[in-house]
């Protein structure tokens, strides 16, 4: 089967402080790509980025990075520099090339950020 | 528009009714995806239209639910005789190209009695 685990249902971090959100997936595809959404309580997906497995290049955008060991199977996200508008819940989802497109999403980790 | 619409925004229905749920996508995007979020989980696919195909409907839980897109653009998903279950919020995608990147609506929470 292919899945997707986010293993912290609820992470906190201090305002201008770094953190790390886990994601595992487990797949037998070799092409497919991974993504990182916030959603926060107006229920909006925002797309925070995306990473191509073929790529050994970590993808980042601005305070946030990723940190993708595909032969490990982990896709983190690094948020540096926490404002309070990060606050929200974050979703890892994948994607294959050969599946049209669709996602596969994890179960969330809702973040809360203290000022 | 520039981004994905929904409509409507909340819709609260009796157990047994038919609901149809609205998705305008961004304008030149040719693929189009339905999730389906239950409380607390993370979003679980339905179904996607290529144009106004539909080569992936495996995410459809019972054959009570059903999409169409025509034009290219607008997609609706109905729902017949809607159970409790049924409650979630149901997201729709758009993007230039399947496996281009996604970009979501606002969802339309459904409340069944």
């Known amino acids: 089967a292919q899945t997707v685990t986010q293993s912290q249902p609820e992470m906190s971090v201090q305002e201008a402080e770094t953190v790390t959100l886990s994601c595992t997936y487990d797949?037998?595809?070799?092409?497919?790509?991974l993504f990182w959404y916030k959603q926060p309580p107006s229920r909006q997906m925002i797309l925070v980025i995306r990473?191509?497995?073929?790529?050994?290049q970590n993808a980042t955008e601005n305070r946030f990075s990723v940190n993708f060991q595909k032969a490990a199977k982990s896709f983190s996200l690094k948020i540096s520099d926490s404002q309070l508008g990060d606050a929200a819940m974050y979703f890892c989802?994948?994607?294959?090339?050969?599946?049209?497109?669709?996602?596969?999403f994890g179960q969330g980790t809702e973040l809360s950020v203290k000022p | 528009g520039a981004g994905v619409s929904q409509s409507p925004s909340n819709k609260v229905t009796e157990k047994g009714k038919d609901v149809e749920l609205r998705c305008d996508p961004i304008?030149?995007?040719?693929?189009l995806y339905w999730y389906r979020q239950s409380l607390g989980q993370g979003l679980e696919f339905l179904i996607y239209?290529?144009?106004?195909?539909?080569?992936?409907k495996s995410g459809l839980p019972s054959d009570r639910f059903s999409a169409e897109r025509t034009g290219g653009s607008v997609s609706t998903l109905t729902i017949q005789r809607t159970q409790q279950e049924d409650s979630a919020v149901y997201l729709c995608?758009?993007?230039?190209?399947?496996?281009?990147?996604?970009?979501f609506g606002p969802g339309t929470r459904l409340l069944v009695l």
């Open positions: 239209f290529q144009g106004n195909s539909a080569p992936d």
């Open positions: 995608a758009s993007s230039y190209r399947a496996q281009e990147t996604q970009y």
């Open positions: 989802a994948w994607g294959f090339y050969n599946q049209g497109g669709k996602l596969i």
């Open positions: 797949t037998s595809e070799s092409d497919y790509y």
């Open positions: 304008s030149g995007h040719t693929a």
């Open positions: 990473q191509e497995a073929y790529k050994q």
